[in-house]
T-cell receptor, first 113, second 112 residues
Framework: NAGVMQNPRHLVRRRGQEARLRCSPM?????VYWYRQLPEEGLKFMVY????????ESGMPKERFSAEFPKEGPSILRIQQVVRGDSAAYFC???????????FGPGTRLTVT | GQQLNQSPQSMFIQEGEDVSMNCTSS?????WLWYKQDPGEGPVLLIA?????ELTSNGRLTAQFGITRKDSFLNISASIPSDVGIYFC????????????FGTGTRLTIIP
């Protein structure tokens, strides 16, 4: 049973470019969460999605960041016009239902040069 | 916002020793989760706790959900080299709020 898949594992972007991070949840999981982790820190919540719906985006910056979880295909976290401060590890998690434990993917490490 | 304070921040122990770490919060959580993260990897779920007072084991790991709902503890018995890593607690309120709040982490190092 495959776990949460994320790609790419590493992504390098120049300032001003766009970054697209993909997440495929575990089979049977319809709840997806995105978190950001800076070095030596814990993970910080960004957004919670169910299929085709954003349920909670209270942790996501209002500008340049967006997320989607379409009916078909992976969840996408999109960062437009990246800046150096966006450099971090971005983790996706999934769960089978609300209030259940969340299982994490291996993360995408974004470096903005 | 909610904050979880984890202690100790780091631990240096010898192989075979037992380990204890804890997590405290200023507010109540209804679910406590403990994760381990290796360098360059995502957090791996170790134990999930759903009821106040609950004591749950997973092999050499034992975790407890504090009675006040504001704290949790993780113990590792007879540590082995593969226990090295960063341990995070995480809390979930479940009141229509699905975001995990993570602790600051405890870095475990085993001295040869």
């Amino acid at each position: 049973n495959a776990g949460v898949m994320q790609n790419p594992r590493h992504l390098v972007r120049r300032r001003g470019q766009e970054a697209r991070l993909r997440c495929s949840p575990m089979k049977g999981h319809s709840h997806v969460y995105w978190y950001r982790q800076l070095p030596e820190e814990g993970l910080k919540f960004m957004v919670y999605l169910q299929k085709e719906n954003i349920i909670d985006e209270s942790g996501m910056p209002k500008e340049r960041f967006s997320a989607e979880f379409p009916k078909e295909g992976p969840s996408i976290l999109r960062i437009q016009q990246v800046v150096r401060g966006d450099s971090a590890a971005y983790f996706c998690a999934s769960s089978p239902r609300r209030g259940h434990e969340q299982y994490f993917g291996p993360g995408t490490r974004l470096t903005v040069t | 916002g909610q904050q979880l304070n984890q202690s100790p921040q780091s631990m240096f122990i010898q192989e075979g020793e037992d380990v204890s770490m804890n997590c405290t919060s200023s507010s109540i959580f209804n679910t406590w989760l403990w994760y381990k993260q290796d360098p360059g990897e995502g957090p791996v779920l170790l134990i999930a706790l759903y009821k106040a007072g609950e004591l749950t084991s997973n092999g050499r790991l034992t975790a407890q959900f504090g009675i006040t709902r504001k704290d949790s503890f993780l113990n590792i018995s007879a540590s082995i080299p593969s226990d090295v890593g960063i341990y995070f607690c995480a809390g979930l309120t479940n009141f229509g709020n699905e975001k995990l709040t993570f602790g600051t982490g405890t870095r475990l190092t085993i001295i040869p």
